[in-house]
């Protein structure tokens, strides 16, 4: 039977993918005592990669959607990491994102919202965070967004 917070998750039409394996000589999160560290998940979805340049190709409602992929990743991590119970998930601690963009885009902020705004959705209070919101020149296999983070859990 699926956790409060799958549960939320569903009621907002989403479902968690498998939780992304490595792609490089690296682990997907390390676990210190209650603080877990995710790595970068990158953007993807059902259909694949989603790729492409924040202010040349891709609009900030485009590169939204992408954040709110890898805040899907970032969450099956999550799950992966607590035996598959989200639900001892206890905070979103701090975010980072990086947005691959031209080099006048100036609006990763409201990229990055794509996961902050679903991880205030699924958590409510437990999901607002510390956070960062970077330009990249590129990222690993073209993708528009990357976000890396830290968890508390039980």
Same mark, same amino acid.
């Given at each position: 039977?699926?956790?409060?917070?799958?549960?939320?998750?569903?009621?907002?039409?989403?479902?968690?993918?498998?939780?992304?394996?490595?792609?490089?000589?690296?682990?997907?999160?390390?676990?210190?005592?209650?603080?877990?560290?995710?790595?970068?998940?990158?953007?993807?979805?059902?259909?694949?990669?989603?790729?492409?340049?924040?202010?040349?190709? &891709? $609009?900030?409602?485009?590169?939204?959607?992408? !954040?709110?992929?890898? %805040?899907? +990743? #970032?969450?099956?991590? *999550?799950?992966?990491?607590?035996?598959?119970?989200?639900?001892?998930?206890?905070?979103?601690?701090?975010?980072?994102?990086?947005?691959?963009?031209?080099?006048?885009?100036?609006?990763?902020?409201?990229?990055?919202?794509?996961?902050?705004?679903?991880?205030?959705?699924? &958590? $409510?209070?437990?999901?607002?965070?510390?956070? !960062?919101?970077?330009? %990249?020149? +590129? #990222?690993?296999?073209? *993708?528009?967004?990357?976000?890396?983070?830290?968890?508390?859990?039980?």
């Amino acid at each position: 039977m699926p956790g409060t917070f799958e549960t939320r998750l569903a009621d907002l039409g989403e479902t968690l993918p498998d939780a992304p394996a490595p792609a490089a000589n690296y682990v997907p999160y390390v676990l210190l005592g209650d603080v877990l560290y995710v790595s970068g998940q990158i953007s993807q979805d059902r259909d694949g990669f989603i790729t492409g340049r924040l202010g040349d190709d &891709l $609009g900030v409602e485009q590169g939204a959607r992408a !954040a709110r992929a890898c %805040a899907l +990743s #970032l969450l099956a991590q *999550v799950r992966a990491a607590c035996d598959g119970d989200l639900d001892r998930l206890v905070r979103v601690v701090k975010l980072t994102g990086f947005v691959n963009s031209t080099p006048d885009f100036t609006d990763q902020p409201k990229v990055i919202n794509g996961a902050s705004d679903l991880f205030a959705e699924v &958590l $409510g209070d437990a999901g607002r965070h510390a956070r !960062a919101a970077v330009s %990249a020149a +590129s #990222l690993p296999l073209g *993708v528009a967004v990357e976000i890396e983070g830290i968890f508390q859990v039980r």
